[in-house]
DNA sequence: GTTAGCCAACCCAACGGTAGGTAGAATTAT
DNA sequence: ATAATTCTACCTACCGTTGGGTTGGCTAAC
């Protein structure tokens, strides 16, 4: 496999048109979603015959597998980044939201395709491979949220529905973020941060149920 | 508009093949997606001819909007209710949030036809009105974070940003949600109830960080 | 004189939808 | 009571279009 085609500069003269074309394939997937968008789109948006496209790929699912590979593949070397790192659970918490937060939000059509065209009827035979790689991140999450819950610094809740409150907090962000918006990926991240790990709750208000109270 | 397709029981002998059309309809649009669900599909898991279904709908995409609408009009009607009953702002935020989970556990096809498949380029005219719906449902939801930040029991968050996050970790469901599962509706609403109003920090532990502290 | 990059023309399966019909139940007219 | 009509719930056969993908080249640069 060929180094990422949506990482930001390239050697020299690298091929300027497929870089295009898997940028304006992710921009129109994303707009039109994947089975509306025909080969014809992606040629016209390109300026290009379609039949040259296929110079550059073979089939059209291979587009939309690049595409999802690449967008796990940004959010798994960060989240094993920073799950490597020297951190507190909670600070490593922190960090996780931030880096999905700000991927999210400078490829937000590669992450919308990502999560909301990939589907296994679309995605065929590689389906299984890239399923691997959000494995491997959620697996992640959870191993972070357990060492917080085994030192004691997170309170003793469901691992994988907190996981999975993480995850639909932060991903749900592709239906509304607007690029050009007002809130940068930083305050959105900072707001969440403060939610997840404190809740909406006033300090002094309400009489707080202890964690355990529920289980009877 | 005639009563809800999509409700339980009906009248004596209702017309049974279109309430089992829409049902299939939104099966197979779960399970395959809208665009890859073809009419044929639909009419072979029916046991009747593809020209069949059109002695009951117009268009396939008026299947995809009656599907969403529905799963809209469920939504906006509990929570229009629970806005209105004479509860503190955080027992509503907790009613909704209850609500809100087991409307999709108990409606999961509608729900995730609803929220993954209708976009603008599948619904076409009908985009706008059951978008209406939607932003109704958003409406009320921050009506209730307002009034709860106003009467000082919800700390002082950005509105729209805690709003997203609740309607993310609920909607986010459709996703991993297994309807014979291990996990109730119950279950899964208690555990973010704790979440979403006391966060995941440990009571004791770590420095609090003042609330506003942020915004230097 | 090879090859990278691109194109015009075509293939054909599958799509949403339509035309026009029919068996039988239900309703109305005589 | 029965004959005529209408309606329900489907059917077979087809249409025009669009889809992903292929074939067989051309051309400019090295």
């Known amino acids: 496999m060929e180094p990422h085609l949506f990482s930001p ?13 898997y940028r304006v394939a992710a921009r129109l997937f994303k707009e039109k979603g994947y089975r509306a968008t025909s080969m014809q789109d992606i040629a016209n ?15 059209k699912q291979d587009l939309l597998t690049a595409i999802a590979r690449a967008a796990m593949e940004m959010l798994v070397a960060e989240g094993e980044r920073i799950a490597a790192a020297p951190l507190p659970p909670e600070e490593k918490l922190r960090e996780l939201l931030r880096s999905h937060v700000r991927l999210i939000c400078s ?7 990502s999560l909301r065209e990939f589907t296994p009827v679309n995605a065929g035979d590689h389906w299984r ?15 972070i949220l357990r060492e917080g819950m085994e030192k004691g610094v997170l309170r003793r809740l469901d691992e994988k529905l907190v996981g999975f409150a993480f995850l639909g907090m932060v991903n749900w962000t592709i239906r509304w973020v607007d690029p050009a918006g007002e809130k ?10 403060d939610l997840f790990l404190h809740g909406v709750r006033a300090e002094g208000g309400g009489a707080a149920v202890p964690p355990n109270a529920r289980n009877g």
């Open 9 to 21: 500069a390239r050697n020299p003269s690298d091929n300027v048109t497929k870089r295009e074309l």
């Open 45 to 59: 948006a390109l300026g290009i015959q379609k039949a040259s496209i296929y110079y550059y790929i073979r089939t």
């Open 107 to 113: 490829n937000l059509d590669l992450f919308t395709v």
């Open 129 to 143: 491979e890239v399923v691997a790689l959000r494995d491997r991140y959620e697996a992640l999450l959870r191993a």
């Open 184 to 193: 940068s990926p930083e305050e959105i991240a900072a707001a969440w941060e």
